[in-house]
Nanobody, 122 residues
Framework: QVQLVESGGGSVQAGGSLRLSCATS????????IGWYRQPPGEQRELVAA???????NYADSVKDRFTISRDNAKNTVYLQMNSLKPEDTAVYYC????????????????WGQGTQVTVSS
């Protein structure tokens, strides 16, 4: 089964930056779209950003112009660069394999990983 491992979370002050990584050893990673999700305390999981195998991207309105998703297929890794962080960005962040059609990301069937905690203080 495909396993994705999230890392790079931490605790930062508002206005700070973090870069999250989503990595796998799967040889088919380069052909997969990847979505970053987050789940704030007491709230439902939401899609934050997604990237296709070819590098097309989309973002939630709440993070657009602050977050950047990218991928390095040689390293089987997708990144989420988070700048100008706000307290409302506090959440556990997860990545998920999916598909990408005409700018829209669709998650694949599967299970969630452990995620990585991001805490932003004011």
């Amino acid at each position: 089964q495909v396993q994705l491992v999230e890392s790079g979370g931490g605790s930062v002050q508002a206005g700070g930056s973090l870069r999250l990584s989503c990595a796998t050893s799967e040889s088919t990673f380069s052909a997969s779209a990847i979505g970053w999700y987050r789940q704030p305390p007491g709230e439902q999981r939401e899609l934050v950003a997604a990237i296709s195998s070819g590098g097309s991207k989309n973002y939630a309105d709440s993070v657009k112009d602050r977050f950047t998703i990218s991928r390095d297929n040689a390293k089987n890794t997708v990144y989420l660069q988070m700048n100008s962080l706000k307290p409302e960005d506090t959440a556990v962040y997860y990545c998920r394999i999916g598909t990408f059609y005409s700018g829209t990301y669709y998650p694949a069937f599967g299970s969630w990983g452990q995620g990585t905690q991001v805490t932003v203080s004011s």
